[in-house]
Nanobody
Framework: QVQLVESGGGLVQAGGSLRLSCAASGRTFSTYAMAWFRQAPGKERVFVAAITSSGGSTYGTDAVKGRFTISRDNAKNTVYLQMNSLKPEDTAVYYC?????????????????WGQGTQVTVSS
């Protein structure tokens, strides 16, 4: 069992930056692939970025490439999402997710554990 707790969300102006963190419980964090998803009001939850268990490979959706960076610190049981050049369309609740086998995935139903989410609001 893995428990995930996101933090770092907030209100920021367009063009600004935020860094989201997701702290995981348990001693097996380094074996899990991690990802960030987001859900805007009235819309489905969509993939943002993912990272393998070792951190050696990452993947991001086209909407955030060049602006968002996913990373992890296995010694701190934490995954991060650095978000730069934020746009109003990035406004959403951001969720982190964990997959047991450590491999990159992009579908929400391929992840085993979820955090409660953190709100990111970008004003124009």
């Amino acid at each position: 069992q893995v428990q995930l707790v996101e933090s770092g969300g907030g209100l920021v102006q367009a063009g600004g930056s935020l860094r989201l963190s997701c702290a995981a419980s348990g001693r097996t964090f380094s074996t899990y692939a991690m990802a960030w998803f987001r859900q805007a009001p009235g819309k489905e939850r969509v993939f943002v970025a993912a990272i393998t268990s070792s951190g050696g490979s990452t993947y991001g959706t086209d909407a955030v490439k060049g602006r968002f960076t996913i990373s992890r610190d296995n010694a701190k049981n934490t995954v991060y999402l650095q978000m730069n050049s934020l746009k109003p369309e990035d406004t959403a609740v951001y969720y982190c997710a964990a997959r047991w086998d450590g491999s990159l995935r992009v579908r929400a139903d391929e992840f085993d554990f979820w955090g409660q989410g953190t709100q990111v609001t970008v004003s124009s």
